[in-house]
């Protein structure tokens, strides 16, 4: 097989227990006036400090809940008159992808609606984003390393993403001590993200070798310590596995796509108030089944199906673990994780058929391992209720 190969990821990726006192030093070496966005006020303070030592100008800007277009522009009204040149964002993926898109609108012209896929005209960005340096405080998302920002867009009741590979950050700064803190139940539901985007890329239809390493890595890392950060939000060792799993999967899904988990994710989380990563460890387990067995009677080809098992094996520790023992450990563990149901967020049986319509639309939905007939995307809503 003759291989071939396009990665792209963050400018330059920087990782480790308090690389998060460098962001002074790095942001000096990229600008000298920076916008920070931050979700919370507890972890700014010792940002903001570093700052002031190494000379960088600074406004801070709050970000509250998951961004949305008329957010991002309300954002950029705001911070107009602010004339900075470098974008720093701290916080869970929701602040890192406000910050990513404000960062892409701070040097191209036009509307944001002119740029985004779906609900706007879907243009190529032209110019590249301002600097930005992204530093995760949850681990879930990999927003740090990934080419898109995910908006909400309430009139439509969907999520949709500003998307180019000149919205890579400049600076991808992890610390896993910047996890401690996370409380139990956004661990577990970040966790499961950073879960699904791990074995999503793996099992995707872009799927190439170098992601492969990331995601059989990955898999085994949250296998080894989700539980563990979960019960002990304290245990550095459980955080950092987490933390690395979790710039893995970013890697991953930016560079091989996702799959139906994210292709319903996206309008769920539009039409409800459901955390992200709840949504998608609800669905895991219960998409993993239904592609493989879709896959396996569609086709007498085992390759694809070699790809489940062996994320089975992974998940289960197991060399000659099943694809039913995988589908059992991913249950198990939203179960451990006390993952809710989605009714529990208000979706209804009736709500069904327009969920699946537009998850048929979604660009995750389009790197599938197998293209799921309605009847099935119907069936997985209908389980995860």
């Not at 660009?363 to 293209?371: R, Y």
Request: aromatic share 4%.
């Amino acid at each position: 097989m003759i291989m071939k190969l396009d990665f792209v990821t963050a400018n330059r990726i920087l990782f480790g227990t308090g690389k998060s006192r460098q962001i002074g030093i790095l942001a000096r070496e990229i600008g000298s006036c920076a916008l920070v966005m931050s979700g919370t006020h507890l972890l700014v303070d010792a940002l903001e400090a570093s700052l002031k030592e190494n000379g960088i100008q600074y406004q801070t800007v709050h970000i509250h809940g998951e961004p949305t277009v008329p957010g991002i522009i309300e954002l950029m009204e705001k911070t107009r008159s602010f004339q900075y040149d470098l974008v720093i964002g701290i916080g869970g993926g929701s602040v890192l992808d406000a910050a990513k898109a404000l960062a892409a609108m701070r040097t191209n012209p036009g509307d944001l609606m002119d740029y985004l896929e779906i609900v706007g005209a879907g243009k190529p960005l032209l110019l590249p984003a301002a600097p930005y340096i992204a530093v995760p405080t949850t681990a879930g998302t990999g927003s740090e390393v990934t080419r898109n920002a995910v908006l909400g867009v309430p009139a439509e009741g969907v999520k949709v993403s500003l998307r180019s590979p000149l919205m890579l950050p400049t600076i991808a700064l992890v610390d896993p001590e910047l996890t401690l803190s996370v409380p139990p139940e956004v661990t577990a539901s970040t966790g499961m993200d950073a879960l699904t985007q791990v074995i999503e890329p793996y099992l995707s239809n872009k799927a190439n070798p170098m992601v492969d390493l990331f995601c059989r890595e990955g898999i085994t890392r949250v296998r080894t310590s989700l539980r563990k950060a979960y019960l002990d939000g304290g245990d550095i060792h459980a955080r950092t596995d987490m933390a690395w799993a979790s710039l893995l999967g970013g890697m991953a899904l930016a560079n091989a796509g996702l799959g139906a988990v994210h292709g319903f994710a996206g309008p769920i989380g539009g039409m409800f108030n459901a955390p992200h990563g709840a949504i998608c460890a609800r669905l895991l387990p219960i998409v993993f089944g239904a592609n493989a067995k879709v896959i396996a009677a569609q086709s007498s080809d085992s390759v694809q199906l070699d790809r489940f098992k062996e994320v089975a094996r992974i998940l289960c520790d197991c060399p000659s673990a099943s694809i039913s023992d995988g589908v059992g450990w991913l249950y198990d563990i939203v179960r451990e994780l006390a993952i809710p149901s989605l009714s529990y967020y208000g979706v209804r049986e009736e709500d069904i058929p327009l969920i699946t319509e537009k998850a048929k639309n979604s660009s995750s939905m389009k790197a599938n391992p197998v293209q799921l007939p309605s009847e099935v995307l119907r069936e997985i809503l209908a389980k995860a209720l």
